[in-house]
């Protein structure tokens, strides 16, 4: 398969949620029972924003869509204000026409966090596998809940959060102690899988994560960087993202 790697560097975040909203609405008119996996955090927030005005005016049908999301914390109630269904469900899922039997999370608090792993990887490949991935970039370069150091040939999987990732979290949570230690997460192979890939960058904070992920090394110590093999990648970052990057032309 031809590689397609797309950079597209917009002016400021409001432009990117609308590029990034964009993408997804052509993709849902090219295929309406759409595969996507979604994420969650800061970035896409104006993306969802953005697909909603589109579905309050007629142009976007998420009645076909099949959508797992990428990462649940583990030990919270799925209700938890902070719990990523609480967060899908603000700014997506009650906003649009999605099925309820369409929309995967990883359960929060599993008998078996293993057993649920292997459920929610079997749930993708009963799907037909995801069509379409959209990924946020952590600054110490995650992709999900995969944190540095993580194998390129993961599955879905028990992740152990790092201190860094927690720390950024400890305020919305009410306190470091808190904040859950674990969460399931897609692999990186699960993600890789996916036959196109949409990362969004937003931020000056994301900008080493970006120069990193995109023109170092691939190694597992940067996942994002993983990213640099996959077929069919497009990236959005604003222009304060992607001011450390060696050369745009």
């Keep these: ?72 914390y583990l030990g919270i109630p799925p209700d938890h204000p902070q719990s990523f269904k609480s967060y899908m469900c603000q700014h997506l899922w009650d906003q649009v026409n999605l099925k309820e039997e369409r929309l995967h999370i990883p359960a929060s608090l599993p008998e078996d966090p293993d057993g649920e792993c292997a459920r929610y990887e079997g749930l993708i490949q009963e799907a037909g596998g995801i069509d379409l991935a959209v990924l946020g970039l952590g600054r110490n370069g995650h992709i999900g809940f995969n944190e540095p150091g993580t194998p390129f040939e993961s599955l879905t999987h028990v992740a152990q959060l790092s201190e860094e990732t927690r720390k950024r979290e400890a305020q919305a949570f009410g306190g470091l102690e808190r904040v859950p230690k674990k969460a399931i997460t897609m692999g990186i192979r699960t993600i890789m899988n996916a036959r196109e890939i949409l990362l969004l960058v937003s931020g000056v904070e994301k900008a080493e994560a970006l120069s990193r992920a995109l023109s170092g090394p691939i190694t597992p110590e940067v996942p994002a960087s993983v990213l640099q093999l996959h077929p069919r990648l497009t990236m959005l970052a604003d222009a304060a993202a992607a001011g450390s990057l060696p050369n745009l032309t």
């Design 1 to 72: 398969m031809k590689r397609m790697t797309c950079l597209i560097v917009l002016e400021d975040y409001q432009a990117l949620a609308r590029e990034a909203a964009r993408a997804v609405a052509r993709k849902l008119l090219e295929k309406p029972d759409l595969v996507l996996a979604l994420p969650t955090g800061d970035t896409p927030i104006g993306m969802y924003r953005e697909l909603v005005r589109l579905h309050r005016e007629g142009l976007v049908d998420f009645s076909q869509v099949t959508a797992f999301n990428l990462d649940e």
